[in-house]
């Protein structure tokens, strides 16, 4: 089982290096060290100008050193089949999963230490934490990691299980208990460093002997991460690996027409697709909050506009992919649908999706940005540029991309 | 209408699985394609409806060939395939509306159509129900409902059974022996006779990518010297062994 586990992670890492390569291309690394660079200057100056030790402070350092516990969960490469060809090896299970432990550590381990190095400057200066006490905490939090993980494993096995938001919540807890008051970050690290190795020594005991493994459980949890570690990559490069699981949303259904008199298949598909795919209506959402937050934060018209038109744009171009998604579906295939004005069809189903985003981001900018006449003309030209991009870039690259499938002119 | 395959070679690579078939069903005919695992019976269907291009030979529905005029073609022709493939972001409703668009179908009569498959088929309450809370059973009934609501000159059935309770087996071959009796084509794959005799009544053995007989369950039978009482599943060992001697 752990030359199983071993085999399963060296697959796994391949797979995370080659999404990982995709998305630290050179324009996105280039764009990180401009903006890490910005963000350590704002930091330098703010340390010079910041008072001393207010209250707040400490909490603080213990909250931010426990963001990074959010990452990385347990890692179980655990698959649907194996509730087929491994349902006989529960009790070896506990050899499967060390390594997947080990190996789930890393992230978390690597993005705490990283983050307490950028904090600690703030903790020993302005929070005023000691030394000891910092790197105390630092342990502290790593432990909980572990414990947390262990948490996770002992899940895995047929029995109550842990909620894992209320351990999420321990943790901050904690984090923000030692952090305030450093003799007790002292007493739970040291509780830390003692429970934690007794803690595997109780359940891991349990774990073998008399616990049966959940193996629905234990498939359903590791698509779920998945899907979430999928989904972060699915947000910079395609990753073919991506199940998406649809919403029904009846709530929207008013935005569907009453009658399909007038529909045709094509218009009928893509109305729904971007409803209930959340692939499609999430990015719309997102997209249109974060035109609406960088508005709000630059407060002024001309950079609101700016920003707002790239996040339109942006939006367009992660919409391009439900120009070609029904040829997959094999039914699509089969049925007597006309594909060729299919690009018409799209287009004219984004046109209101990208017309609703404007009004919704033209609307907030009167709530948080200053009205005056300039205003209004931004979001005349957000308007414009909005149909520009609707009637001339999504057309030409929805003819491209049907031409490159199917030969449609 | 008639459907005519003429010397169809073709497959998925430049290595051909199916051999010069020669095919022919008229209005009213029931055409069964039998075969072991791999003969070419799946890849003849792909290329009815399709989803192949034919390396020789030509199909077609009347006048209509397929490669010429592929959505004239393939609005007269329903498919029920082996899994059932269903739009996840579709209800049930929305999946027979798909049909009545597709089809160019009335809606008002469709939906009288409609109604009394689904409450054949039980399905009459789930009509706002999306694929991912049907069982494997009740999406191939969805699948059932739509081929016999687009009210096609050709049925293609692609092993229909699979998964069916036994009061769908029996509505579905209901529904096929009145297809067949309204002057529809059917052809079907299967390999449980014992349901499909009951519907269809000719049948053409494939082997290897090319039929070896065609004719009545009788006919066959005799062509590969079974006895009338001998069980059908002879005729698979007696395939399988040409298969072997080939080999």
């Not at chain 1, 996105?28 to 350590?40: K, R, S, W």
């Not at chain 1, 008399?210 to 899907?227: G, H, I, P, Q, V």
């Not at chain 2, 597709?102 to 009509?127: G, P, T």
């Amino acid at each position: 089982m752990r030359e199983l586990a071993k085999k399963r992670l060296s697959e796994n890492l391949k797979q995370s290096v080659k999404y990982l390569t995709l998305v630290f291309n050179d324009f996105f690394i280039l764009a990180l060290i401009f903006l890490f660079g910005a963000l350590m200057f704002w930091y330098a100056q703010a340390m010079k100008t910041m008072p001393s030790n207010l209250w707040f402070y400490r909490p603080l350092v213990g909250f931010i050193l426990w963001v990074p516990l959010l990452a990385g969960h347990l890692v179980t490469l655990i698959k649907e089949a194996d509730m087929q060809f491994l349902f006989t090896q529960d009790e070896q299970m506990d050899q499967y999963l060390k390594p997947m432990k080990h190996y789930s550590l890393v992230l978390p381990f690597i993005l705490e230490i990283l983050l307490a190095g950028i904090v600690f400057p703030f903790a020993t200066i302005k929070a005023e934490i000691n030394i000891f006490s910092y790197i105390l905490l630092v342990a502290t939090m790593l432990l909980i990691k572990v414990t947390e993980l262990d948490i996770e494993k002992n899940n895995l096995y047929l029995g109550k299980k842990a909620s894992f938001s209320i351990v999420s919540l321990g943790a901050l807890l904690a984090a923000l208990i030692s952090a305030y008051y450093s003799y007790i970050g002292i007493v739970i690290g040291v509780l830390g460093i003692l429970l934690v190795p007794n803690f595997q020594l109780t359940f891991g005991k349990r774990m073998d002997k008399t616990m049966l493994f959940d193996w629905r459980y234990a498939a359903e949890s590791e698509k779920a991460r998945k899907d979430r570690v999928y989904s972060i990559f699915s947000m910079f490069t395609d990753v073919a690996e991506k199940q998406v699981a649809i919403k029904r949303r009846k709530y929207l259904d008013f935005l569907l027409p009453k009658s399909i008199a007038k529909e045709n298949p094509n218009l009928f598909l893509y109305r729904r697709s971007l409803l209930r795919n959340p692939e499609y209506l999430n990015l719309l959402v997102r997209m249109t909050v974060f035109a609406i937050l960088v508005s709000w934060l630059v407060q002024d018209w001309r950079w609101a506009l700016g920003l707002s038109c790239l996040v339109i744009f942006l939006t367009v171009y992660q919409l391009l992919p439900m120009a070609t998604e029904f040829d997959r579906n094999f039914m699509y295939r089969v049925y007597p649908i006309e594909r060729q004005n299919r690009g018409k069809d799209l287009v004219k189903v984004l046109t209101i999706g990208l017309f609703i985003q404007w009004l919704l981001i033209s609307i907030c900018w009167l709530i948080v940005l200053p009205i005056n006449v300039s205003l209004f003309e931004a979001m005349a030209i957000l308007l414009g540029f909005t149909l520009i991009v609707v009637a001339t870039y999504l057309p030409n690259r929805v003819k491209k991309m049907n031409q490159k499938n199917f030969g449609i002119r | 209408m008639t459907l005519k395959i003429e010397h169809l070679t073709g497959g998925y690579t430049g290595v051909p699985v199916i051999k010069d078939i020669n095919l022919e069903i008229k209005p009213g005919e029931s055409l069964g394609l039998i075969g072991l695992n791999g003969a070419g019976k799946s890849t003849t269907i792909k290329h009815i409806l399709g989803l192949l291009r034919p390396q020789k030979g030509k199909i077609s529905l009347n006048d209509v060939v397929l490669t010429e005029q592929p959505t004239k073609f393939k609005r007269e022709v329903a498919y029920i395939p082996e899994t059932p493939i269903l739009y996840p972001e579709l209800t049930l409703k929305e999946h027979l509306e798909l049909t009545m668009l597709s089809y160019h179908l009335d809606e008002k009569k469709a939906w009288e159509r409609a109604h009394e498959l689904l409450k054949m088929f039980r399905l009459d309450d789930k009509l706002g129900w999306l694929p991912i809370h049907f069982s494997k059973g009740m999406r191939q009934k969805v699948m059932i409902v739509s081929a016999f609501l687009a009210d096609t000159s050709l049925l293609v059935i692609d092993e229909p059974f699979t998964g069916l309770d036994p009061l769908a087996v029996a509505n579905l071959i209901d529904l096929i022996k009145k297809a067949i009796a309204n002057g529809k084509m059917v052809l079907m794959t299967t390999h449980v006779l014992a349901d499909a005799q009951q519907a269809i009544s000719n049948y053409a053995v494939l082997n290897n990518g090319t039929i070896e007989v065609i004719g009545s369950l009788q006919e066959i039978r005799q062509h590969y010297g079974l006895k009338p009482d001998d069980p059908f599943d002879k005729l698979y060992l007696t395939l399988n062994r040409e298969d072997h001697s080939n080999a």
